[in-house]
């Protein structure tokens, strides 16, 4: 009897899984909510809640002080972490396989490449100076000038001068979306390409529950295979959760992503998948910058379960 008392107590006190986003429910997330709405982690026999985030969300953090079991985080927070002390952190599926950071510009100021746009003493760059990926570039000719950004387009749409970080399906498509003719300038192609929309766990979650974080990883696997295949259940669920984004650029930004999220390396059926050589040049790159001062090795960075 005291046996069956403490069973069913415990099944009542059960938590769903947390499992926290870095941002507000857009494409980028579309394969996390396939699997909550088509039933995937049920079927798994995974009671998960998926947390949307915001500006400013801290999932390492909550990551870290054991506020939630599962965390999306980008690859090069999760290396700064592990420098500040956050050894037990882990990365275990990367939706991003490109990074899908940019710099977006006027398409009438005719710039050709990257360099181009650093190197206009005429022009204004809205970017959040203190990321990895902003001092990366500052280690190029750069004669731009630059303040902070303060998200969305609002500032753009002011005039040709005017150039902005973005997220290449977001941002972009809202200038389109306004009339606007933009070009795009991929992070990536300038030699900086970390992992992105990463799921990140606990190392000691992975050692204590090695069979949960499996499923965990297969589940989501599926989830984005499907999202890739037909994003409209889920776009239609996330735009319940976030009105201000329509229909429309719900389908734009899932089909503008979807080259950024399957690769050659992924397949169709490895989605997801990291690489030790991945891991080891960012780690390289964020010491060679000063961003961080110890080199982990890569492979206790991350894991493919």
């Known amino acids: 009897m005291l046996k069956f008392l403490l069973l069913t107590l415990s099944l009542v006190s059960a938590k769903p899984l947390r499992l926290s986003l870095n941002w507000k429910p857009e494409p980028q997330f579309g394969g996390f909510y396939q699997a909550e709405q088509a039933g995937l982690f049920k079927k798994a026999k995974l009671d998960v809640a998926i947390l949307p985030g915001g500006s400013g969300t801290p999932t390492v953090q909550m990551l870290m002080a054991g506020k939630t079991e599962y965390a999306v985080v980008s690859a090069d927070e999760l290396v700064v972490a592990r420098d500040h002390g956050g050894t037990d952190l882990i990365a275990i599926f990367a939706v991003f396989q490109t990074n899908p950071q940019c710099l977006m510009s ?26 990895p990926y902003a001092q ?7 004669h731009i000038r630059t303040a902070p950004y303060m998200g969305g387009i609002s500032t753009f749409i002011h005039g040709p001068e005017v150039t902005q ?57 599926q989830g984005w295979s499907e999202y890739l295949h037909d994003p409209v259940p889920a776009n239609r669920f996330m735009m319940t959760l976030n009105p201000a984004m329509d229909a429309r650029t719900f389908s734009e930004g899932a089909k503008a992503q979807e080259l950024l999220v399957r690769t050659a390396e992924t397949g169709k059926d490895h989605l997801g998948i990291m690489s030790e050589a991945r891991w080891k040049a960012l780690v390289e790159q964020l010491h060679d910058l000063q961003v961080i001062h110890s080199t982990p090795p890569a492979t206790e960075l991350f894991e493919n379960p």
């Not at 710039?111 to 181009?116: G, P």
Request: proline share 4%; aromatic share 8%; net charge positive.
């Open 106 to 131: 006027h398409a009438e100021k005719k710039y050709t490449q990257l360099s181009d746009m650093l190197a206009d003493e005429k022009a204004l760059l809205l970017w959040q100076a203190g990321l």
């Open 165 to 221: 970080q973005c997220f290449a399906a977001s941002e972009p498509l809202a200038a389109r979306r306004q009339g606007l003719k933009v070009k795009v300038f991929m992070i990536a192609d300038a030699g900086y390409n970390p992992y992105t929309t990463v799921l990140a766990t606990r190392r000691s979650n992975l050692k204590e529950h090695p069979a949960e974080v499996k499923q965990m990883v297969a589940t989501v696997r």
């Open 136 to 142: 990366f570039l500052k280690k190029k000719p750069m």
